[in-house]
């Protein structure tokens, strides 16, 4: 499992250090790739990155792959968003479930989104409390850490 992640992830990513993308600009690339990959809406977070990454000039690549990597998680946080949307607005909690959410979504994109319109403004409320926080300390975490690789591929002994 260990070799699948490294061959798979840390290796691409080193790639894009030794090929001369700063340290700070791989760690923005998944900071935000990580943030908006979460976002409770699905299908909104890789047009809106394709985006923020021609805009920005970031690497599309390592943008994509840290909302790709992320996936999984969006899921999970799709409800708890909810809830804290639902908190944050003083609105009585959805009886929703993640199951009976992929139910509505197999009825059609247009028949969810007017089914759950109250879950998805909720959720997404919930996401931009949490997610401008959760970019910002991933960049600031990662940032040194990616700063020491980047020196130690580019050492004298490399």
Known sequence: MLEVLRRRIVAPLLGLLREGLAPHDLALCIAL??????????GVSTPVLTAIALIRKLNLVAIQLASWLIAPVQLVLIIPF???????????PQ??????GMQ???EGVLQAIVTLWDAIVHATLGWSVVAPLA???????????LTAAAGRLSGPDR
Do not use: K, N, Q
């Not at 009886?95 to 009976?100: F, R, S």
């Open 33 to 42: 790739g990580s943030g908006f990959g979460i976002f409770p809406v699905l």
């Open 82 to 92: 909810m809830r804290l949307g639902e908190w944050l607005t003083g609105s009585p």
């Open 95 to 100: 009886p929703l479930t993640v199951e009976a």
């Open 104 to 106: 509505i979504l197999g």
């Open 135 to 145: 970019i910002f300390l991933l960049y600031r975490l990662l940032t040194p850490i």
